[in-house]
């Protein structure tokens, strides 16, 4: 198995700009996380899905992050307009939740840094 | 919601040393997991391990979940054992709570 997949492994942009990460779970997981990691908060649960439906996204700092599953083997999480203070690493993780838990299996992460 | 403590916050080690690191929840937890992150930020699951004990090589973890603690323990530690080491619980239907990390270095 692969593993869990983010694209790109680096990005950088400038304020304002609109900034897509990209993330494949395991197959055969169904829930997908999404976190931040910054030296000051450590990491943060910002979204996560159950069977490509959103459950809880209170951890999305603002309105001008967006994340989305149109299906099983993909998802996005979309920050527009990005600002420095964004800057962080990026990390999806997924799993298989229910009679048969498994155990939690992060991507490599995606560093993002907005000047 | 449930805390998750881990000390020590930092540990420093000479290479062949010994070490255990501890993990403490304020709840009954239904999943517990350790966490690796190595120098080059990726996070590598470790064990999976609600209650019992499991190893696998020099690591081994025991949860003792009626006294809410788990512990890892390194045996004969290496210069690549170094990184931050995180253990994450889940009570009830909240997904996976992080605690701050152990920040281990191994000097050779």
């Known amino acids: 198995d692969a593993g869990v997949i983010q694209s790109p492994r680096h990005e950088v942009t400038e304020m304002g700009q609109e900034v897509t990460l990209r993330c494949k779970p395991i197959s055969g997981h169904n829930s997908l996380f999404w976190y931040r990691q910054t030296m000051m908060r450590g990491l943060e649960l910002l979204i996560y899905?159950?069977?490509?439906?959103?459950?809880?996204d209170s951890g999305m700092p603002e309105d001008r992050f967006s994340a989305k599953m149109p299906n099983a083997s993909f998802s996005t999480l979309k920050i527009q307009p990005s600002e420095p203070r964004d800057s962080a690493v990026y990390f999806c993780a997924s799993s298989l939740v229910g009679e048969a838990n498994s155990p939690l299996h992060f991507g490599n992460g995606t560093r993002l840094t907005v000047t | 919601g449930i805390q998750v403590e881990q000390s020590p916050p930092d540990l420093i080690l000479q290479e062949g040393a010994n070490s255990t690191l501890r993990c403490n929840f304020s709840d009954s937890v239904n999943n517990l997991q350790w966490f690796h992150q190595n120098p080059w930020g990726q996070l590598i699951n470790l064990f999976y391990?609600?209650?019992g004990t499991k190893q696998n090589g020099r690591l081994s973890a025991t949860t003792v979940a009626t006294e809410r603690y788990s512990l890892l323990y390194i045996s004969s530690s290496q210069t690549t054992d170094s990184g931050v080491y995180f253990c994450?619980?889940?009570?009830?239907?909240?997904?996976?709570?992080f605690g701050k990390g152990t920040r281990l270095s191994v000097i050779a």
């Open positions: 391990i609600p209650s």
């Open positions: 994450a619980v889940v009570s009830g239907n909240t997904p996976l709570v």
């Open positions: 899905f159950n069977n490509n439906v959103p459950i809880d």
